[in-house]
């Protein structure tokens, strides 16, 4: 035709098929972003649940320990002799409790008060300068307190543990005014109750301390059994309900009506931006611990509170940026490439274009066509370039992956020993012991509590008790068989699991061993130190046939052995060794 300009067939073919190519470069680069941004959040949000699940478990372990220093308190010969009146005892008390407050930055108070009039008899607060010794002029009554009279009522040996509230009491230094709990505990000698001993915790402190690793735009959530703010990011709708208001986390996030229902354990949650709220991901967890507490006047058992973690969208979504200019500037030089290559040599180029947009539109998924990297020319330029974003996308997953098995890693362990810890423990017991009944062969669990460590801790400091720790946990793991598992599940406690024995001498050449390794001088800083070990055997399947009835065996054996002398080791069914003068004398 002679009226306009004619292009033949071939270069109407390459330009359809450079726009095509254009075209299915930028899809292709567009869905490559998207795709990447979703994975980017995607693996945000594994790692916010994995964090939540962290803290709630530190939250259990933590209230562990405080249930740990009431049991000490209420059992403590000072705190009977202190409520029957004895002053030097009330001195010894105070002092004991001053020296918890100092170490424990999540305890308000701790309290001794008696039966019989409800007054305070050794108080000791926490206060602006450290621990404050409350003088006997100032010591109030507290019968009319439910921590008190519910606590008297508990059975022997029940753990009383309050609803979370503002503490409104008169005169209690930094716990006035402030969120907190109270965990109580009766004090009795022989039948009689003498009184309660109480551990005040300050709710904001014990949170912070277990939150002080986390990024510092994550936001923390917690909420009573109904669903009441008791930490918000906003402090106005934290405990609403003290001042006459119901403001819950199901009316915030409806998703976590699931936990209180009981229908989850935990929920994960992307809110998308709307006006005037900021997108962001969450996750809530159910934690249930203290499961043997009473909570107020009913019988309901344990804590139960919802923990929650959230991160702003924006942040998450700002490490994309260099993937989306990444994308544009790779779009951009296929298309560029794709229009030149097709302008000049359509036919020829047609099986390398359709290769490059095969291997486009399978980016980032497994079993994706091979791009042709080895041509040397801008096809060959265009397809490294991909290549590379490739590369880039899998490197930042797999750094992300190695953080989360960091993590899971750190749940497991110990972090001043690098043995097993208690979480550890409690999922290794059943196992071992499955494995012994398959096998019908003998199983040992060795309870070690360490004795004179808390003298080393007083006099020389924690940084020279933390030293020790890791000096008895090398030799325990150098002492034992290859195969023997050891854990420390808190404090100066260690478990030993030793499978396969044959008969009870070897459980008895076992522990006299760990005896004398831990027996053995340490020399640390100039300083010759010793410790002893009380330990308590539990035998499968003599001893018990699960995780709870044999750690418990054992527990009792070694407080058997403590109360015999220290420095020896003593059977469930109460045989034991004979301590040497030289370790009896050490350990006193």
């Not at 801790?457 to 020790?468: F, I, P, Q, S, W």
């Amino acid at each position: 035709m002679s009226g306009g300009l004619q292009l033949s067939l071939a270069r109407r073919l390459a330009l359809a098929f450079a726009l095509l190519a254009l075209f299915a470069a930028g899809l292709t680069g567009y869905f490559a972003y998207r795709d990447s941004r979703q994975a980017l959040v995607d693996t945000a949000k594994e790692q916010l649940a994995t964090a939540t699940r962290m803290l709630s478990r530190r939250i259990a372990l933590t209230l562990d320990s405080v249930e740990r220093d009431l049991v000490l308190i209420a059992q403590h010969p000072d705190s009977a002799s202190a409520l029957a009146g004895d002053v030097q005892s009330a001195a010894h008390a105070a002092d004991l409790f001053a020296r918890m407050i100092a170490n424990r930055h999540a305890y308000f108070q701790i309290r001794l008060i008696a039966a019989g009039d409800g007054r305070e008899t050794v108080r000791v607060d926490r206060g602006p300068g450290g621990p404050l010794v409350v003088a006997a002029d100032d010591l109030q009554e507290k019968a009319h307190y439910p921590y008190v009279f519910e606590t008297l009522a508990l059975p022997r040996a029940g753990l009383y543990v309050s609803p979370a509230a503002i503490n409104r009491e008169h005169g209690a230094h930094d716990a006035e005014g402030q969120p907190s709990i109270q965990l109580a505990m009766q004090v009795t000698t022989g039948r009689q109750v003498l009184g309660v001993a109480v551990i005040n915790l300050d709710l904001d402190g014990l949170f912070r301390l277990l939150a002080i690793d986390l990024p510092g735009d994550t936001e923390l959530f917690l909420s009573d059994d109904d669903g009441d703010f008791l930490i918000h990011p906003d402090p106005q709708l934290a405990f609403a309900f003290d001042r006459g208001q119901r403001v819950r986390v199901q009316e915030h996030f409806p998703a976590t009506q699931a936990l209180f229902e009981r229908r989850a354990e935990s929920v994960n949650l992307q809110i998308d931006a709307s006006a005037g709220i900021a997108g962001r991901i969450a996750t809530f967890h159910r934690v249930d611990t203290l499961p043997a507490a009473w909570r107020g006047a009913g019988d309901a058992r344990g804590m139960h509170v919802a923990l929650g973690l959230a991160q702003p969208l924006s942040g998450i979504l700002a490490m994309g940026g260099e993937l989306a200019s990444n994308a544009v500037r790779n779009v951009l030089i296929a298309g560029l490439i794709a229009v030149l290559i097709a302008l000049v040599l359509a036919r020829a180029e047609t099986a390398s274009l359709r290769q490059i947009e095969a291997a486009m539109t399978k980016f980032g998924q497994p079993g994706a066509a091979p791009l042709p990297t080895a041509r040397q020319d801008e096809i060959g330029a265009l397809a490294r370039r991909f290549a590379a974003m490739q590369a880039q996308i899998r490197a930042q997953l797999v750094t992300l992956e190695a953080q989360s098995r960091a993590l899971d890693h750190e749940a497991q362990h110990d972090w001043l020993t690098g043995l097993a810890n208690r979480r550890n423990l409690i999922g290794f017991l059943p196992q071992a012991l499955a494995r012994a009944a398959r096998q019908e062969r003998r199983l040992a669990l060795f309870f070690i509590d360490l004795d004179g460590f808390k003298p080393i801790n007083d006099t020389h400091g924690h940084g020279t008790g933390d030293r020790v720790l890791v000096e008895i946990a090398q030799r325990l793991t150098h002492g034992v068989r290859a195969g023997d598992y050891i854990a420390r599940p808190g404090g100066d406690e260690f478990v030993v699991v030793c499978e396969g024995l044959e008969i009870p001498a070897e459980e008895e050449h076992i522990a006299d061993k760990l005896v004398r390794l831990i027996a053995a001088p340490l020399v640390i800083d100039g300083l010759r130190l010793q410790v002893g070990a009380s330990i308590g055997i539990a035998c499968y399947p003599r001893d018990g046939s699960d995780a709870e009835s044999l750690t418990g065996a054992a527990d009792r054996a070694m407080y058997a052995a403590k109360s015999a002398g220290r420095g020896i080791w003593c059977r469930a069914d109460g045989e034991r060794s004979t301590a040497p003068a030289e370790q009896t004398k050490a350990s006193t």
